[in-house]
């Protein structure tokens, strides 16, 4: 008989060991049956004195099932993280610095599990975008509409949302939701050794004042500081910053214009001399920062390029004078996650520029399957890692070309960063193949080569035409969908002017749920 | 546009009020707002649905005169075709307004009435008259402060009784298909009524705390209601001639 697998250990609160705890927690119902054979405990140690990183803001739609599934009210939510509703990105100055832009929204493109429309709108690139012809979202986002309306029910949509949250407040909200509703035993303590097990597992680890702490799974949510994984178990780090430069950011929370500005529902990324800043709009301030190459930038002309950006939102003398914070990072991920009995989640796991928000997305990705796959022994766990780790390095894979993609369609040529970044030649090999590829076909079910990708294909195709990437026309089929392809341009168009005229401004709704919240149904 | 001021002896000893019922006068309603307290009444002749504001997302109790919007089929000849108008319907033109008055030093706020100066029924030669010759209200105008003050009364409780609906997740959307005498097939969506299953789960206790506050009554009123909706397919196919 197999030691059933009974405990498991998390090591650091901070967003991810909040949402491995809470996603594990709701599914094994961590708080019923204590006395049941068949129970599975949840405990998190955190230390007092380490400050979580506090970035990672923007959030994927996925985040609606995940808070749903922990039986978080989407109204809470929202009123305690300072949340608003985020509907994709925005990104300007990536192609030709001109001021242009191109949107990747959360919304597939009408029809898309029918109908591919990508080949069909090339013959109309020159009169519509691509995003604006097969999707209503960023004619929603040019306007600062809202998803949904205050009687739609709470975690529905008009058109599909993730959040734009306070990462701290976030943290905080899971900590006291896990504690309280979901039975995760919660110590505050400092981990002081790790001591192994005979056959190299961790047996326990042990704390300042709480003593070992033995654990069938530990989980490692130690941020960059990666104790576990890392430190303990010495598995190498995969750095990849001779695709994606990116290895430092400036961070900075600045004030709205006016209180009632509006709230933008979009992440807005827009390209700098050596990298890009991103602009984030919650209900009481935005957050902006700046993340670039330190090989290609210093610190103090980022900094000034960051400054000049807030300035026209609040002001030369404020600009100048706001503290501004500075993280460095290895832009990558560990060579592998799950490691005899401890699996990495968040950045002990790896770290990327926050380009497509992939930081929360990963986490509950992660512990969605610790959950889902959870090993009933030990005997299991060896195979159920196996699978994480194959999984999840293909998802990272995944990542670094997709953020890559962004860069190499670029037509700048303004600075050695541009020059450099959008080499051809420096690709990785799938991305080199798939450009290839798509110049004659455009990119659809084919390209997704395991069960839920990180990016549908047609996040591939938003990046894509938004770049000005030409796809060739294809050649006449037998079965000619030109006309069902107009159809649904027509019904994008019709649905987008209904949803115009009936949807509120992000600040109206945030303003109505703090008066009435969401309906429940 | 409303035109509401507070009603008075002086200003209005000649304003008359037209009680007939007609699409010219508003009445061409698809449903009006209704609560527990009249539920009893209602059910006699309209379904009882449940329905969301959409400018508040907060649900209301509503009877049901039509399928579609304008749409009242009991209204017939300048005749409302049913012995009971929900009172939401039966006080037009008049409404609830608020003035703050002073009383021993205290700031108090009391339920006044209003009239909408521009509501249609409002003239000076047909229908009730509001006052008598020396000022003193008409039965007419008594009876529509009865109203007023009952639908005051009924909109308050009626957001305790929703609240516990919601709570104990009694209520869920449904999708009404009507089938016409010449075959044609049609859709009625986002209203809301009881849930029977989570009805019949509900445990002794919170049974017997609805029960005491009179919702369990007005919960099965509200499900037998819904036998009303063969009467309303049978107006519909009436007035279309199948």
Redesign the interface.
């Known amino acids: 008989m197999q030691k059933p697998l009974k405990k498991i250990v998390i090591v650091g609160g901070g967003s991810a060991g909040w949402l491995s705890a809470g996603i594990i927690a709701a599914e094994h119902a961590a708080d019923q049956d204590l006395t049941s054979q068949n129970n599975l405990e949840v405990t998190l140690i955190e230390s007092a004195d380490v400050p979580t990183i506090g970035v990672g803001e923007g959030t994927w739609p996925s985040m609606r099932t995940t808070l749903k599934k922990m039986g978080i009210s989407e109204t809470e939510f929202l009123l305690a993280c300072d949340a608003s509703f985020k509907q994709g990105s925005k990104f300007t100055n990536w192609h030709t610095n001109t001021n242009e832009y191109y949107y990747h929204p959360y919304t597939l493109p009408h029809g898309f599990n029918e109908t591919n429309l990508a080949p069909f709108w090339q013959a109309y690139r020159d009169q519509i975008s691509f995003a604006d012809a097969v999707c209503t979202q960023s004619h929603l986002g040019e306007r600062d509409l809202a998803p949904k309306q205050i009687s739609t029910a709470e975690y529905d949509f008009n058109a599909n949302y993730g959040y734009h949250l306070d990462a701290g407040k976030f943290a905080t909200l899971l900590k006291n939701h896990c504690i309280q509703k979901l039975g995760v035993k919660h110590i505050v303590d400092h981990v002081t050794k790790v001591n192994s097990a005979e056959n190299g597992d961790i047996d326990s680890i042990s704390s300042k004042s709480h003593g070992d702490i033995s654990g069938d799974l530990f989980i490692d949510c130690t941020g960059t500081s990666s104790l576990l994984l890392g430190k303990h178990f010495g598995i190498p780090f995969v750095s990849q910053k001779h695709v994606l430069f990116n290895d430092s950011a400036l961070a900075v929370h600045v004030p709205h214009q006016s209180p009632d500005s509006p709230i933008g529902s979009f992440t807005c990324a827009t390209a700098q001399s050596a990298g890009w800043i991103w602009d984030i709009a919650l209900p009481s301030r935005r957050g902006v920062g700046y993340a670039y190459s330190s090989a290609y930038i210093s610190d103090e002309s980022a900094e000034q390029e960051l400054r000049a950006y807030i300035a026209p939102i609040m002001g030369d003398k404020e600009a100048h004078n706001i503290a501004i914070r500075k993280i460095s990072f290895d832009p990558g991920h560990r060579e592998k996650f799950w490691h005899k009995n401890c699996v990495a989640i968040g950045l002990s796991a790896g770290f990327i520029e926050p380009l497509e928000a992939t930081a929360l997305a990963l986490i509950e990705l992660s512990a969605k399957m610790v959950s889902e796959q959870l090993p009933a022994n030990r005997l299991a766990m060896d195979i159920v890692a196996k699978r994480f780790n194959s999984k999840f390095l293909h998802r990272w894979q995944n990542i670094v070309d997709f953020l890559k993609l962004h860069y190499v369609l670029s037509k700048r040529s303004d600075s050695d960063y541009w020059r450099d970044i959008s080499d051809n030649s420096q690709l990785p090999e799938s991305l080199q193949e798939q450009l290839t590829l798509w110049k004659t076909q455009a990119p659809y079910y084919y390209d997704a080569t395991h069960t839920e990708e990180m990016f549908p294909s047609a996040s591939y195709q938003y990046i894509l035409y938004g770049m000005g990437f030409v796809t060739e026309e294809p050649r006449k089929k037998r079965l000619d969908l030109t006309k069902r392809a107009e159809r649904l341009f027509n019904d994008n168009a019709k649905h987008t002017k209904h949803l115009l005229a009936t949807l509120p401004t992000n600040r109206d709704l945030l303003n109505k749920i703090k008066q009435f919240g969401l309906p429940k149904i | 546009m409303a035109n509401n001021v507070l009603l008075n002896s002086i200003d209005h000893k000649d304003v008359k009020v037209i009680t007939e019922r007609s699409p010219k006068y508003g009445d061409n309603l698809w449903y009006s707002l209704t609560f527990p307290a009249e539920f009893r009444s209602a059910q006699a002749y309209y379904p009882i649905f449940f329905n969301?504001?959409?400018?508040?997302?907060?649900?209301f109790a509503v009877a049901m005169f039509g399928f579609q919007d304008q749409e009242n089929l009991f209204l017939q000849n300048g005749k409302w075709d049913a012995a009971y108008i929900p009172l939401t319907v039966a006080r037009q033109p008049f409404l609830i307004g608020k003035q703050t008055v002073n009383e021993d030093g205290q700031q108090k706020e009391q339920r006044v009435l209003h009239i909408d100066m521009d509501h249609p029924r409002v003239n000076l030669e047909h229908g009730e008259a509001l006052f008598l010759e020396f000022g003193s209200n008409t039965p007419y105008l008594d009876a529509i402060a009865d109203m007023l003050e009952a639908i005051h009364h009924g909109i308050v409780d009626s957001k305790t009784f929703i609240d516990l609906l919601?709570e104990h997740?009694l209520?869920?959307?449904f999708t009404l298909d009507l089938e016409l005498n010449d075959a044609s097939k049609h859709q009625m969506s986002g209203f809301?009524t009881i849930c029977e299953e989570k009805l019949n789960e509900l445990d002794a206790q919170t049974l017997a705390s609805l029960h005491a506050r009179g919702y369990l009554q007005a919960i099965y009123m509200a499900i037998a209601s819904q036998s009303n909706i063969r009467g309303l397919l049978n107006r519909k196919n009436q007035q279309l001639g199948l």
């Open positions: 969301k504001d959409p400018n508040t997302g907060q649900f919601l997740e209520l869920e959307p809301y």
